[in-house]
Every structure is written in C-alpha cells, then in structure tokens.
Nanobody, 125 residues
C-alpha cells in the first residue's frame, strides 16, 4: 500500500514557475515508477510525465516537454514536478500516481495503482 500526498500548487502568472511535490508513504516507494497527470474541468485526465524507479528514464507529454521536469528523491520518498514557463492552459488539478509494474511508457491512467488527492494549479493570463 502506498499513500501519496501532493503539495505545491497555487496561483501563478503566465510565464512563472511552480514546483509540485508528491510525498509517498511506505518503504517500497523506490520500487515504483511514478507519474504526474492533470485534469482540467470537463476534460479527461492527461498524462504529463513519468520517471522510472531507478530515475534513469523519463517520459514527457509533448505539451510539457521542455517546460516541465520530473525528478525523485528516494531518500525523501518524494517525487517532484518542476513547471516552468507556465501557460493559462496549464490550469488544472495535478495528480501524482504510482505504478508497481514499471512497464511501458506509463501514459495510461489504468497503468497506475495509487493516486494522490490532487493539488490545484491556476495560471492567470
């Protein structure tokens, strides 16, 4: 069992930056691939980024590649999403998720076993 708690969301102007954190409970955190998703009102949950358990491989959605960076600190049981050059269309609830299998690119919601409660990010124009 893994419990995930996101933090770091808030209101920011377009062009600004935020760093989201996802703190995980459980001693097996280092075994999970981790992902970040977001969901805007009326839209499906969207894949953003993924990092393998070893941190050697990362994947990004085209919409955020070059602006967002995923990283993890296994000593702190925490995964991060650094978001730069934010745009109004980045406004959404952001979720972290844990994948026990670590297989594939991890772009599908169904591949993840555990989810956090989400943190709101609002980007003003």
């Amino acid at each position: 069992q893994v419990q995930l708690v996101e933090s770091g969301g808030g209101l920011v102007q377009a062009g600004g930056s935020l760093r989201l954190s996802c703190a995980a409970s459980g001693r097996t955190f280092s075994m999970y691939a981790m992902g970040w998703f977001r969901q805007a009102p009326g839209q499906e949950r969207e894949f953003l980024a993924r990092i393998t358990s070893s941190s050697r491989i990362t994947h990004y959605a085209d919409s955020v590649r070059g602006r967002f960076t995923i990283s993890r600190d296994s000593a702190k049981n925490t995964v991060y999403l650094q978001m730069n050059r934010l745009k109004p269309e980045d406004t959404a609830v952001y979720y972290c998720a844990a994948d026990s299998t670590g297989r594939g690119l991890g772009r599908l919601v169904s591949q993840y076993d555990y989810w956090g409660q989400g943190t709101q990010v609002t980007v003003s124009s």
